[in-house]
């Protein structure tokens, strides 16, 4: 049996492959081993080892993916949990980012990108990553991803340089009040990349007028000029895994040719490509 896991901060996206062959999928609360208490983290990690046990009974080859950085505390806390509940043959925890060049590349090569609420990005050669560009975080970085577009739309909003239709049809959904942007952006209460992030669905309403158009072409173009060109995209293909890039899927890969880059695959979960990586594994 293998347990996989892509765990990101507000879902986590399972696949238990039997040793039968058969796949069950679940979705349990998320895991980002930087932002929640290794109590809460415990807390998931034990409910699904109890559920996993309950459908299959052979040892478990477990692969988890988990965003920010995971101690060797809180890994030997991890295998306890599940051995628990299971037999545990071994049990690997990666990053995100590892696990996102696995879903795209596979055992190939290539360039790895994480286009989602933020943005990641990697060099995968040879089964490793050989070069890593900083992201920066949605203050620093994060170009490509949705709440870098928020935050490009929401700063000139508050300085009215948003074109007025597309500024009052935002006002009429959203509190929008100078005192109220600000209070979320700078909450420490609540995820304000998140908050940016979500307002991403509203922005794509009106792609076709040509502020919004050149906001989301610039977003990208940023990405791909300030990071992915510092990877040898002359030789290695482009691949994308998240739900933003995926579905902005055709504006990223006219932007990436554009510049010169080539597009190999766009997976909207990661799991699905993880699953496809570690049968491969197997097969090998």
Known sequence: MKVIADCGATKSHWAVICSNGDIHRFTTGGINASAISAESIIGVISETAEQISATEVSAAEIYLYIAGFASENLESQIRSTFE???????????????????????????????LGTGSNSCQWENGKIVKKVNSGGFILGDEGGAAALGKLFIADFIKGLVPDSISEDFSSRYPSDYAAIISKVYSHEESPSGYLGSLAPFIMEHYVHPYIKNLVDGNFRSFIRRTLKQYDTDRLPVSIVGGFGYALREIFTQIAQEEGLTISRFIEKPIDGLVEYHTRQAER
């Open 84 to 114: 628990a509940h299971l037999t545990v043959a071994s049990l690997e925890i990666q990053t995100d980012l590892l696990g996102a060049a696995r879903a795209v590349c596979g055992h190939g090569s290539g360039i790895a990108v994480i």
